[in-house]
């Protein structure tokens, strides 16, 4: 489950005002179904034959897509970072689907806040000197702002 899902549906409740009892609950199902390998695919960095090949090897040695997007040339660690950003982006926006059809938010004020809520999240995922964090660091900080 990301937990960056449940800080935004926080975010939508605390910062745009809409009632937390109107926001979908996040759960491990939350978001699933836009794969990194899904994103590629429409984004025209990847191909079926390629993706095809990262989900062989996936099972084999259970590593992310991503790193082994990257392993075999694919993808750069660039184009992972941004399919991951796009990945996040979409799912706070189909977290924020019920208020936007319910009226209690607009499109250009959740867009907005989606940018906020990005914005943060970018320097949440950096280190103080501005250089980003591991994964494992980031899945540590998630934690303790769980935790806290």
Do not use: Y
Not at 11 to 38: I, K, N, Y
Not at 86 to 91: C, K
Not at 108 to 134: K, Q, T, V, W, Y
């Amino acid at each position: 489950m990301d937990p960056a899902l449940k800080r935004f549906r926080r975010f939508l409740s605390e910062e745009m005002g809409v009632p937390a009892q109107q926001l979908p609950e996040v759960h491990e199902a939350t978001g699933h179904g836009d794969t990194l390998g899904a994103l590629g695919l429409r984004m025209g960095v990847l191909t079926l034959t390629q993706i095809e090949r990262v989900v062989d090897v996936q099972l084999c040695d259970g590593n992310v897509f991503g790193e082994i997007a990257v392993k075999l040339g694919f993808l750069d660690p660039g184009q992972v970072e941004r399919l991951l950003w796009l990945q996040r982006s979409q799912r706070c926006l189909d977290l924020a689907r019920r208020p936007l059809l319910a009226g209690q938010v607009t499109l250009p004020d959740l867009l907005a806040g989606i940018a906020e809520f990005l914005r943060a999240e970018s320097d949440f995922n950096s280190d103080p000197r501005g250089e980003e964090c591991s994964s494992a660091e980031t899945d540590r900080l998630s934690a303790e702002e769980s935790a806290g």
